[in-house]
Antibody, heavy 122, light 109 residues
C-alpha cells in the first residue's frame, strides 16, 4: 500500500520560502500512470490544488500560484518537494502531498499524506 | 478557471435517511468529476470518480450521478460514520487544472 508522508518546518516567516518534502513508501514515483502533487487547505476552509508532476519531467501548476511555486523530485530517495516563495499569512494551511491516478479515461487523487500545518508568521 | 459550486453548505439529516449533495460547474466538465469525504483532522478520502464509479472499499450506499455541469452525490441510508464534509472536484485537461467545490458539511439532525 502506497503511503505518503510530508515533512518540513511548521513555521515560516513572511516573505520567505516555504519548503516541504513528501516521502513515498510502498510504491515508486516512476509508477505509471501516476502523477504526484500537492494540495493545501487553509484552517477551516476548502481544498486548493497547488501543482503536479510526472516522473518523466512534466510539471503543471495552479495558475494562481504558478509564479511562486516549484515542485521538484529526487527519484533516488523516492521523494518530491514543494517550494513556495514570498509567503504571506494567506499561505497558512495544511499542506498535503498526493498521488494522482491519470488514466486514459479517468483520474482521481488516490493516496493522500496526513498533511502538515504550515503557519506563516513573524 | 472552472468554478465548482456545492449546495447546500450544510445539510442536516437523520441517521438512516437519504442525503443528496449537489455540485455545479461553471462550464461543462464532461465526466471529469470526483467526490471526496473529509473527517476532522484527516485527509480527504476518495469516494467516487468519473461521476459515478465508486472507489475501492466504498460502500454501495454512496452513489454519484450527473453530467456536464450538474452533479450529485447520494448517500442512501446515512450511517454515523458518514457525517463529514464532502467535496466535489473537477479536472480540466488543458491547461491541466483541478478545482474543488467549497464543500458541504453533512451533520446529524
Amino acid at each position: 500500500q502506497v503511503q505518503l508522508q510530508e515533512s518540513g518546518p511548521g513555521l515560516v516567516k513572511p516573505s520567505e520560502t516555504l519548503s516541504l518534502t513528501c516521502t513515498v513508501s510502498g510504491g515508486s514515483i516512476n509508477r505509471s500512470p501516476y502523477y504526484w502533487g500537492w494540495v493545501r487547505q487553509p484552517p477551516g476552509k476548502g481544498l486548493e490544488w497547488i501543482g503536479k508532476f510526472y516522473y518523466s519531467g512534466s510539471t503543471y501548476y495552479n495558475p494562481s500560484l504558478k509564479s511562486r511555486v516549484t515542485i521538484s523530485v529526487d527519484m533516488s530517495r523516492n521523494q518530491f518537494s514543494l517550494n513556495l516563495s514570498s509567503v504571506t499569512a494567506a499561505d497558512t494551511a495544511v499542506y498535503y502531498c498526493v498521488s494522482i491516478y491519470s488514466g486514459s479515461y479517468y483520474w482521481y487523487f488516490h493516496h493522500w499524506g496526513q498533511g502538515t500545518l504550515v503557519t506563516v508568521s513573524s | 478557471e472552472i468554478v465548482m459550486t456545492q449546495s447546500p453548505a450544510t445539510l442536516s439529516v437523520s441517521p438512516g435517511e437519504r442525503a443528496t449533495l449537489s455540485c455545479r460547474a461553471s462550464q461543462s466538465v464532461r465526466t471529469n468529476l470526483a467526490w471526496y469525504q473529509q473527517k476532522p483532522g484527516q485527509p480527504p478520502r476518495l469516494l467516487i470518480y468519473a461521476v459515478s464509479t465508486r472507489a475501492t472499499g466504498i460502500p454501495a450506499r454512496f452513489s454519484g450521478s450527473g453530467s456536464g455541469t450538474e452533479f450529485s452525490l447520494t448517500i442512501s441510508s446515512l450511517q454515523s460514520e458518514d457525517f463529514a464534509v464532502y467535496y466535489c472536484q473537477q479536472y480540466n485537461n488543458w491547461p491541466p487544472e483541478y478545482t474543488f467545490g467549497q464543500g458541504t458539511k453533512l451533520e446529524i439532525k
